[in-house]
Nanobody, 125 residues
């Protein structure tokens, strides 16, 4: 069982930055794929970024086209934490952001087993 707790959301002006954190419980964190999703009001939840595990210390990143070049996903296995650095934020990035973990190690847009409660990000124009 993995428990995930997000933090770091808030209100920011367009063009600003935020860093979201997701603290995970569990001794097998390093072998889990980790992802970030978001859900805006009235819209379906969408994939934002993923960090898959391919054995040893090899990880691969995936990004939605809408955030490429602006968002960066990373992880610190010593702290059991995954991050989402968000730069050049736009009003359309406003959403509840969710952290997710995949016991398979994969981290594409589906196949996650565990979810956090979410953290609100609001970008004002």
């Amino acid at each position: 069982q993995v428990q995930l707790v997000e933090s770091g959301g808030g209100l920011v002006q367009a063009g600003g930055s935020l860093r979201l954190s997701c603290a995970a419980s569990g001794r097998t964190f390093r072998s889990h794929g980790m992802g970030w999703f978001r859900q805006a009001p009235g819209k379906e939840r969408e994939f934002v970024a993923g960090l898959s595990w391919s054995g040893g210390n090899t990880y691969y990143t995936y990004y939605a086209d809408s955030v490429k070049g602006r968002f960066t996903i990373s992880r610190d296995n010593a702290k059991n934490t995954v991050y989402l650095q968000m730069n050049s934020l736009k009003p359309e990035d406003t959403a509840v952001y969710y952290c997710a973990a995949s016991s398979s190690g994969r981290a594409e847009s589906s196949g996650y087993d565990y979810w956090g409660q979410g953290t609100q990000v609001t970008v004002s124009s």
